[in-house]
């Protein structure tokens, strides 16, 4: 059975930092491009960063460049996201997702191209 599992999110004070997990069972992480992608109630769902399989490549939703990292494990199969100086504006639930490339090679932050998604975690920011 194929599964994302999130963990790590919970509430800040705006400057503050987490750093969430997302670790895959039932496949082979290191065949998947990935992706952290976030949604606040009533609003759609958006990427924040994804990264290649091989970690060569990351690309950043240009409201989060400079304040989160996205990394990778391959061999503990699992995929992060360190937020620092946390802002009001980035309470959402993220989610973690997997790209199993066959619809495209590209890296992306669009979600529809994302085949497999965890149940997100939810990040409150807040004073």
């Known amino acids: 059975q194929l599964r994302l599992v999130e963990s790590g999110g919970g509430l800040v004070h705006p400057g503050g930092s987490l750093r969430l997990s997302c670790v895959a069972s039932?496949?082979?992480?290191?065949?998947?491009?990935m992706g952290w992608f976030r949604q606040a109630p009533g609003k759609a769902r958006e990427g924040v960063a994804c990264i290649s399989t091989n970690s060569g490549t990351t690309e950043y939703a240009g409201s989060v460049q400079d304040q989160f990292t996205i990394s990778r494990d391959n061999a503990k199969n699992t995929l992060y996201l360190e937020m620092n100086s946390l802002k009001p504006e980035d309470t959402a639930v993220y989610y973690c997702?997997?790209?199993?490339?066959?619809?495209?090679?590209?890296?992306?932050?669009?979600?529809?191209?994302?085949?497999?998604w965890g149940q997100g975690t939810q990040v409150t920011v807040s004073s």
């Open positions: 039932g496949f082979q992480l290191d065949q998947y491009a």
């Open positions: 997702a997997a790209d199993d490339l066959h619809g495209s090679p590209w890296l992306t932050l669009e979600p529809d191209e994302y085949d497999y």
